[in-house]
């Protein structure tokens, strides 16, 4: 079977600094996978290049059979909009909305209606632990709450692709726990296929597969599955 | 730990006398537990019953027996092996760890790559545990925890060598 979403030989640099020097990656559908590496090895910007954030200076992504690095910046806005779901390193939060509209606002974008946006994204409060906080604004919630709230975000349009960039990082150990096992079987009973970015050995151990990122290069060990 | 292995790795690099051995291996992995004569020539008696290292001449002069050894094709994809697969992962493994780390630098091979693999492998181990400990009851948790914050503990001392190979390379290669 071909991978749902691939990067192939993919380099990027900011300015002078070259951030990814090559780095490939295959991801089969329904799969979690996590990237794991020193801190500035290109973990993020990486995630960014598969998600179409970020266009690669030289090398391909494929998503579904399909080249997207080559697509118009419209169109693959319209990818992250629809296939795509984001939980970002930092600060993502719009801070004049509520919690709730926060984790509305993908299913807003994507067309659906207020008041069944706003009752999707109701749904998720209580999975996450984060019950009462729905009409709170972002500077009201504690750091985690608000990486949780991220989460409900990146999950409640169910993409078919969930990049999440250190989605555990503001958290104790046992709320991480918590989040990742919501976060594991959200994915699984929808088939999401999840990219994990993170640097907590714990974390990554609930992914199918690690890939480690050194200096800009996926290391030659990343085909490896674990478990099989 | 594995000291014929540690012995082969020292003799991959050149050939050398027991006495010259053991001196090596005390500066390098000895600590504090220096490695008994009786026990190096035992250990290379048997490598060179088993074909791993050949024994040369004894040379003429004083002291301790002058016997140079050389390693062996036998020998040398021996320590090969052992030295590119990972250890498995159960706790308390940071010495054979360290001395595949050591003696990869000492040879000039891949170390990173070599913790790359040891990293996997704990990882893999991991989720093991993981999956063991989602599905289970809360003993089967805690006692993968146990594992877990092992593991764990040895994958942060994987993480520091590995940001600090040169330094370590610089070392070992002096
Ligand atoms: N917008 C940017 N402009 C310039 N340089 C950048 C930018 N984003 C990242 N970099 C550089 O690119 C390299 C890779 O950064 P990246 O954010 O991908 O690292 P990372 O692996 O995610 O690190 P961390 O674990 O600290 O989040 C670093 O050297 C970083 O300084
Ligand atoms: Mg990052």
């Known amino acids: 079977m071909s991978a749902l979403i691939e990067a192939r030989d993919v380099t990027l640099a900011f300015g002078g600094t070259p951030a990814l020097r090559g780095v490939s990656l295959a991801v089969d559908a329904g799969d979690i996978i996590a990237i794991m590496g020193p801190s500035g090895s290109g973990k993020s910007t990486l995630l960014h290049c598969l998600g179409g954030i970020l266009v690669p200076d030289a090398g391909e992504v494929w998503l579904d059979g399909r080249r997207v690095d080559t697509l118009d910046e419209q169109r693959r806005s319209a990818l992250r909009r629809d296939v795509f779901g984001f939980v970002f390193q930092f600060g993502q939060l719009v801070p004049e909305l509520t919690a709730e509209e926060n984790v509305a606002l993908p299913l807003l974008l994507g067309g659906t209606r207020r008041a069944a946006a706003l009752a999707e994204s109701r749904s998720w409060f209580a999975r996450l632990g984060l019950d009462g906080l729905q009409r709170r604004r972002s500077g009201e919630l504690s750091g985690g709450q608000a990486q949780r709230v991220a989460l409900a975000r990146g999950l409640v349009a169910r993409p078919r692709v969930l990049f999440a960039d250190e989605p555990t990082g503001a958290l104790d150990s046992l709320t991480g726990e918590q989040v990742m096992n919501l976060l594991v079987d959200a994915a699984r009973a929808e088939g999401t296929t999840v990219i994990l970015v993170t640097h907590e050995p714990r974390v990554a151990a609930y992914a199918d597969r690690q890939v480690i990122v050194r200096d800009g290069r996926s290391s030659a060990l990343t085909v490896e599955r674990v478990g099989s | ?174």
């Open chain 2, 1 to 174: 730990m594995s000291i014929p292995l540690t012995l082969l790795g020292l003799l991959e690099r050149e050939a050398s006398h027991g006495y010259d051995l053991k001196r090596e291996y005390d500066a390098l992995f000895g600590r504090g537990r220096p490695l008994p004569y009786g026990q190096v020539y035992s250990t290379l008696a048997r490598l060179a019953r088993d074909g791993k290292i050949i024994a040369g001449e004894a040379e003429p002069g004083s002291g301790p027996e002058r016997r140079r050894y050389v390693i062996t094709e036998t020998g040398a994809t021996e320590f090969e092996q052992w030295l590119t697969e990972a250890v498995p992962p159960e706790p308390h493994l940071q010495t054979t760890l360290f001395t595949k780390v050591v003696l990869a630098l000492m040879l000039g091979r891949d170390a990173h790559a070599y913790l790359d693999t040891q990293r996997l492998a704990h990882l893999r181990r991991m989720r093991e545990l993981t999956d063991l400990r989602r599905g289970g009851e809360i003993v089967d948790v805690l006692l993968a925890d146990h594992g877990l914050f092992h593991l764990e503990a040895d994958l942060r001392w994987i993480e520091a060598t590995s940001g600090r190979l040169d330094q370590l390379a610089a070392k070992v290669r002096a």
